[in-house]
């Protein structure tokens, strides 16, 4: 999953595709709109598989009828972090459900650094893996992607 | 970016927003005249302009000025269709309306109508209406005025965002007053977001003068500055007797005489609502008619008695005691 022959960040919905142009992201969400969801404009530059919660940029949007809105403040967003991930996000509040019903990278930086793989030795010579991402070797704020 | 190598259901045509464009051919300007749509009747017949017009002059009573200025706006759509047949661009006309009039003539009531309108018409996406008033726009401190006014602009987005009272927005008398801060937000939406949405002010006319002088920006970019008259006296009686039948009630003999009677001197009283007052002053008849039949406790009343409003029923009202009050000797 971490690794493709993209070399890119393959998380949530159409990520193994390639980038939605603005007119299909407006379409998947007015699908969602037309669901009942509530969108979300959420961004992070560090991209962590477990890295789950990501910055709010601003509040959960209820009530909308229309695409347009959500394109708007998603325009914002990038304007605001044009090298950040920045996800859409659709809240289903139907009762029972009460969880994310949609999410897609709608915004990612020009270069993705990856992922090394970390060797942690432990006790009776046992290894311990994980991964870090090259991304986050610079501090939060000043990882341009490039 | 890349244009991908696939096709999203239902795309077949790049993001066209506009619903009257779903019924429309799809546009191509190498090839002309995609499908031969050349006369009015031709586009009439795909879209719902004709319906919509009659549906405005059957519902609404008066209002002649302001059928006009809908007719006006139904008629370029279908022409701007031609246009764009023959490969001649057209922007996007700018909609935004401001009502003014006296209370009751029917601002918000058209209004309501106006965004079904505009969406059978295709300028707006959904056709919703968002109603607000100044208290849904403008914060209580500093830094709350923005997140607020954006956010009902997004609500309304596809729809209409109708302003009620909103010279309100605007206090000269305080400098610091948020409401500046609001309508630099509304003017940049209304500038940017011309296809998303429509903005409708809606208010007295002296007042929304005063608002319009002191904001020239907000005055330039409505295109439609649409002015209520009052109802003359027959209007008015129309009215009564569209809203009873609304209502399943009827006049009875002598009632109908005695409410244009009503009319005639209610105008002349303060605070007359045109309509309102008209509306106000059935719902006190229906008042009297139902304490009227409840005196009469062991009869048994037919359909035709629970619906009639007799004549009696509106000449209990004050409005001719104090006419003839002051009725000159």
Redo the contacts between chains.
Sequence with gaps: MITNPAGRITQGQFSF????????I??QVEYGLNKGYAWSVEYTDDPHPRNTYWEMF??P?F????????M??LQNCRRTFPRHYIRLMAFDSTRGVESIAMSFMVNRPQHEPGFGLVRQESRGRSIRYTIHSYATDAPEGERDGD | MASPKYTIPGTAQPFAPVSAADASPIFDATAGVVNGVRTVNQVLAQSQAGAVMDELERDLIGLAPIKMRIRDIAALLVIDKLRTDLGLAAAAPSLHMSFTGNPGTGKTTVALRMAEILHRLGYVRKGHLVAVTRDDLVGQYIGHTAPKTKEVVKKAMGGVLFIDEAYYLYRPENERDYGQEAIEILLQVMENQRDDLVVILAGYKDRMDTFFRSNPGMSSRIAHHLDFPDYPQSDLLRIAERMLQQQNYQFGPGAREAFEQYIGYRIGQEHFANARSVRNALDRARLRQASRLFADRDREYTAEDLTTIAEPDIRASRVFQIAAAHKPE
């Design positions: 595709l390639p980038d939605l142009t603005d007119a299909e407006a379409l601003g509040m949007m009530d909308l009828r229309d695409a347009a809105g959500v708007l403040e």
